[in-house]
């Protein structure tokens, strides 16, 4: 079965003047262990077809089916909980919580979902991204590329069936960014863990098994 489907999706941002639309239809399969590619200029709309796949958002029209659930149908309590279980995400900035430790940014996840032996998850995660004995320090503390871990380790630690990741190496030097994706390879190879990242780069999309070229909110060729 497929881990994620499109079903003709679209997307319309309801705005103060005319509805922008972001999304044209789009079908898609992604299934388990693939590492799929999204790329496209700004404003293609990458980041709103991943904010569907995570079910951050609903589609205004067509389905979007997580482990043959259609976020559509589900309540809002069911969606978090959705969210919680089955998804990780990964932004350009990071989006580390700039009060709390390296260690607490990873475990929080597992908090907010109510896990036990939430600290020696975060501990053996964050060992798996490269930083074992960091866990102490605070995110100012680390360079870009270090922080991008910590975040994969943060998105991987309830230990979700699929990784999103949005322009994850944005924000990165070349050589820092090539590293992030080397990490995310060995993941999807480690894990077989599904994953759908958005990015400009068709040098970073190539490290993907599927790779999707997207424009004006749809698919091509
Ligand atoms: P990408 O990630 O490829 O740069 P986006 O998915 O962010 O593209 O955006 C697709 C289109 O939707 C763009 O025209 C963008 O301006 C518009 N858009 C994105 N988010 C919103 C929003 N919250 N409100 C209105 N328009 C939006
Ligand atoms: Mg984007």
Redesign the pocket.
């Known amino acids: 079965m497929n881990l994620l489907e499109l079903r003709h999706v679209s997307?319309n941002?309801?705005?103060e003047s005319t509805p922008?639309?972001?999304?044209n239809g789009v079908s898609l399969n992604v299934s388990e262990g693939e590492f799929v590619a999204?790329v496209?200029?700004?404003?293609?709309?990458?980041?709103?077809?991943?904010?569907l796949a995570g079910a951050m958002d609903l589609p205004t029209s067509g389905d979007v089916l997580i482990d043959g659930q259609s976020t559509s149908a589900l309540s809002e309590a069911a969606l978090t909980k959705l969210r919680r279980e089955k998804v990780g995400f990964i932004f350009q900035s990071f989006q580390l919580l700039p009060t709390l430790s390296v260690v607490e940014n990873i475990e929080l996840p597992l908090l907010l979902a109510h896990r036990s032996g939430a600290r020696q998850s975060a501990l053996d995660r964050l060992g798996s991204v490269g930083l074992e004995g960091y866990d102490a320090r605070m995110p100012y503390q680390l360079s870009g590329g270090q922080m991008q871990r910590v975040a994969i380790a943060r998105a991987l630690v309830h230990q979700p069936r699929l990784l999103l990741a949005?322009?994850p190496t944005g924000n990165l030097d070349s050589v820092t960014g090539d590293s992030v994706l080397e990490l995310l390879l060995h993941i999807s190879r480690q894990h077989r863990m599904t994953i759908i990242m958005?990015t400009?780069s068709r040098e970073a999309a190539a490290i993907a098994g599927t790779v999707l070229t997207?424009r004006d909110?749809r698919f091509v060729e």
């Open positions: 997307k941002y309801a705005t922008v639309p972001a999304l999204l496209g200029r700004s404003g293609c709309g990458k980041s709103t077809l991943l904010n949005d322009e958005a400009h997207m909110g």
